[in-house]
């Protein structure tokens, strides 16, 4: 079946050290998103992309990086300069072929905590 | 730029009744598409109804029905006949449709709790 993994679900960083979430989808998508999510806050989007090395930041992007070498794939590091990174992470893809209405496809979400 | 906003934070409802929560949205778009997901506690989101700035009539899913007022920018939620299952949090977002690849921005969500 078609869908989007993230990977780990829970994981568990040291003050000062890069992690990198993982996010792949086997939907042939064109568009991937990253959301962070906060208790009271919603989803902020972090980065996104359209096609593959290319990328845009979203609203929340400091911090963070991202590579968008292969379609499937869309990874996003948390560096050590991102000061409150304990949150849930939220991978999603789209069609997106001109004007749509299809929503995304999300994945189940990572849960970074900081130690 | 877009904004959503979900002015309840919380929900009560017993099961078998009807509940609307309320999204209104601002945006300059003439384009654009409105979507409602529900979060459970597992974290998972799961698209629930969608409805085109340009379509005429609500859409309905289900036991969803999206009432849409343009004129108002308002895009409420209503369940009909809640279940204990419905009970999560639902989120409103918007994206613009004049573009291919925009992303979709959120409200802060309203969490729904069903009673027996």
């Known amino acids: 079946d078609g869908g989007i993994t993230q990977s780990p679900k829970y994981l568990f960083r040291k003050e000062g050290q890069n992690v990198t979430l993982s996010c792949e989808q086997n939907?042939?998508?064109?568009?991937m998103y990253w959301y962070r999510q906060d208790p009271g806050q919603g989803l902020r989007l972090i980065y996104y992309?359209?096609?593959?090395?290319?990328?845009q930041k979203g609203d929340i992007a400091e911090g963070y990086s991202v590579s968008r070498e292969k379609k499937e794939s869309f990874p996003l590091t948390v560096t050590s300069a991102q000061k409150n990174p304990t949150a849930f992470y939220l991978c999603?893809?789209?069609?997106?072929?001109?004007?749509?209405?299809?929503?995304?496809?999300f994945g189940s979400g990572t849960r970074l905590t900081v130690v | 730029a877009q904004k959503i906003t979900q002015t309840q934070p919380g929900m009560f409802v017993q099961e078998k009744e009807a509940v609307t929560l309320d999204c209104t949205y601002d945006?300059?778009?003439?384009?654009?598409?409105l979507f409602w997901y529900k979060q459970p506690s597992s974290g998972e989101m799961i698209f629930l109804i969608y409805?085109?700035?340009?379509?005429?009539q609500n859409a309905t899913e289900g036991r969803y029905s999206l009432n849409f007022q343009k004129a108002r920018k308002s895009a409420n939620l209503v369940i009909s006949a809640s279940q204990l299952g419905d009970s999560a949090m639902y989120f409103c977002?918007?994206?613009?449709?004049?573009?291919?690849?925009?992303?979709?921005?959120f409200g802060k969500g309203t969490t729904l709790s069903v009673s027996s």
């Open positions: 939907l042939n998508h064109d568009a």
């Open positions: 999603a893809s789209s069609i997106d072929r001109g004007i749509t209405n299809y929503g995304y496809t």
């Open positions: 977002a918007m994206r613009d449709l004049n573009q291919a690849g925009t992303a979709l921005i």
């Open positions: 992309s359209q096609i593959v090395n290319d990328f």
């Open positions: 945006t300059s778009d003439q384009s654009y598409g």
């Open positions: 409805q085109g700035s340009y379509d005429e």
